[in-house]
Structures are given as C-alpha cells and as structure tokens.
T-cell receptor
Framework: GENVEQHPSTLSVQEGDSAVIKCTYS??????FPWYKQELGKRPQLIID?????GEKKDQRIAVTLNKTAKHFSLHITETQPEDSAVYFC??????????FGAGTRLTVKP | NAGVTQTPKFQVLKTGQSMTLQCAQD?????MSWYRQDPGMGLRLIHY???????DQGEVPNGYNVSRSTTEDFPLRLLSAAPSQTSVYFC????????????FGDGTRLSIL
C-alpha cells in the first residue's frame, strides 16, 4: 500500500523567512497530492493541492512542487507570518479513493 | 450550508461498550470518509463511501462498521470499544471521489477506559 513520509516533523522559522516541508510517496500510480493545515484543536483544512500532470502550483504565499520521477512533493511557504503556525499534513491518493496522509509537520513562526 | 457536522464532540466509553459516531453533510457530496488521528501518526482512513449503499474499507477498518443509507449521513459504529480506539475521529466529504478536495468535520474526541 501507499506509504507517505513527511519531513521534518517540526520546523521553526523567523517571521518573514520561508518554510519548506517535503513528502515522499511510494505508489507510482498516485495522481493527487493535497496539503492540509490544522490549527490546534481544529479540523484539517485544505490549503493547496496538485495533480500529477502539473509540476508546480502557486497560491499567493503558498506553492507546491511535484517531482513524479523521484516521487516527492514539497510545500513552500514564503514570507511566513505567526498565523502560519500550525500542523501541516501532506497526502497522496492510493487507488481510486484511498488517501494516505503523512505524519505531519508542526510549523512555528516566531515573531 | 453547515458543511460536515459530527456528533458528539466528546465521548468517554468503557471497554466493551458500543457506540455510533454521527456524520452528516449538506453539500450533496457523494464521497464520505472516516479517519482517526493519533499523535505522531497523521490521519488514517478507516472506511469510505462513494455513494449511498456503497462502502469500502480503508487502511485501518478493524473494529469499526459503517453504513450509507442516504447521501447525507455516514455513521461510524464501534462494535466493542477497546482502549486502542482512543483517538480523535474526523469525518470528511468530497464531491465525487477521494481525489478531490475533502471537507472535514470538527472531529469527535473519543476516550476508551
């Protein structure tokens, strides 16, 4: 089955710096890669996603890159702000309907 | 629209008890799913449904049952609660398939003593 590895498990940056979170997946047939943000005690919320026919996608300060050959994808957050502090999860689709999530990255943005 | 609604928000059970976690969505989504979230392990898929009358197992289905009699509702049943099932449970839905953006409920925090 799908195995999604996520690194680092914790990340601390200064406000204004960039943050990068990386994920690898094992199923070469995976074709959908979402990223979710979860604040403490709240529900996960989708922040960006990418499909396998695209190499990069941007939405304001957030971008995701995908390398299908190497089977890894990354989340990039630029100009970080304290409100970006949260746990971020990557995921990859296995089969027609089965999503597998990474273990999460706790991002802390220090003012 | 309320989105995805889960009840209860908190529950404490004794080992061996059974209970049903409720999930309802008002977005006319075909795909619904249940995840459990444990510290350091992300979200793991328990069961999912691609439409009324259709359910399938995810990554960790043992000890849980689901049914999908209507498009709106997707209850999760714990047959005989065990301490290993202590977790936060999230229900999610998407328009048609699992490879579309999923909307999550607020979660149910379940403790098994």
């Amino acid at each position: 089955g799908e195995n999604v590895e996520q690194h680092p498990s914790t990340l601390s940056v200064q406000e204004g710096d960039s943050a990068v979170i990386k994920c690898t997946y094992s199923d070469s047939a995976s074709n959908y890669f979402p990223w979710y943000k979860q604040e403490l005690g709240k529900r996960p919320q989708l922040i960006i996603d990418i499909r396998s026919n695209v190499g990069e996608k941007k939405d304001q300060r957030i971008a995701v890159t995908l390398n299908k050959t190497a089977k890894h994808f990354s989340l990039h957050i630029t100009e970080t702000q304290p409100e970006d502090s949260a746990v971020y999860f990557c995921a990859a689709k296995e089969g027609p309907n089965d999503m597998r999530f990474g273990a999460g990255t706790r991002l802390t943005v220090k003012p | 629209n309320a989105g995805v609604t889960q009840t209860p928000k908190f529950q404490v059970l004794k080992t061996g008890q059974s209970m049903t976690l409720q999930c309802a969505q008002d977005m006319n989504h075909e795909y619904m799913s249940w995840y459990r979230q444990d510290p350091g392990m992300g979200l793991r898929l328990i069961h999912y449904s691609v439409g009324a009358g259709i359910t399938d197992q995810g990554e960790v289905p043992n000890g849980y049952n689901v049914s999908r009699s209507t498009t709106e509702d997707f209850p999760l049943r714990l047959l005989s609660a065990a301490p290993s099932q202590t977790s936060v449970y999230f229900c999610a839905s998407s328009l048609q398939r699992g490879d579309q953006p999923q909307h999550f409920g607020d979660g149910t925090r379940l403790s098994i003593l």
